[in-house]
Each structure stands twice: as C-alpha cells, then as structure tokens.
C-alpha cells in the first residue's frame, strides 16, 4: 500500500508493466515475491476502476430514472 500511495502514477492494471516499474523504484530480491506484488496492483487497480465503472452507471440510471419521472409528471400535466 505504501508503494500504492507513494507511486499511484506510474502503475496501472497491467502486470507485465506493474513489474517494470517495481523494478525501477523498489529492490525486491525475490522473483516471487516481485509477482506477487505486482499481481496485488494490478488487482487492486483494476478492482478500483470497476468500482468507479459501477458508480457512474448507478449514477446515470438515478439519472435517467429522475428525467423519467419528470417527463411522467409534465405529461400528466399537459393531459390534465
């Protein structure tokens, strides 16, 4: 989490790129350990964007559900 907070920028979900950049900024002697590392970043960041995807979606259907409403309520009014 450290390097998470430290080095945000420079990872993204991809683990091939996470373990260049471990490389460069980090000693980490064990291969696996390296991995592993890598795949949590990687994971945590693709976690990340899909919970952003998911907050927008809800948020345009509370959106689209209102402007619903709203043309419901002017139609109404129009009949009436």
């Not at 590392?37 to 259907?61: F, M, N, P, V």
């Amino acid at each position: 989490m450290e390097l998470m907070t430290t080095y945000k920028g420079k990872f993204d979900n991809d683990f091939v790129h996470n373990k260049k950049i471990l490389n460069e900024i980090a000693i980490v002697r064990s291969k696996g350990l390296k991995n592993e590392i890598a795949g949590y970043i990687s994971t945590y960041i693709k976690r990340e964007l899909q919970d952003k995807a998911e907050k927008e979606s809800e948020a345009a259907a509370i959106a689209h559900d209102e402007t619903v409403e709203e043309t419901e309520e002017i139609e109404e009014q129009i009949l009436n």
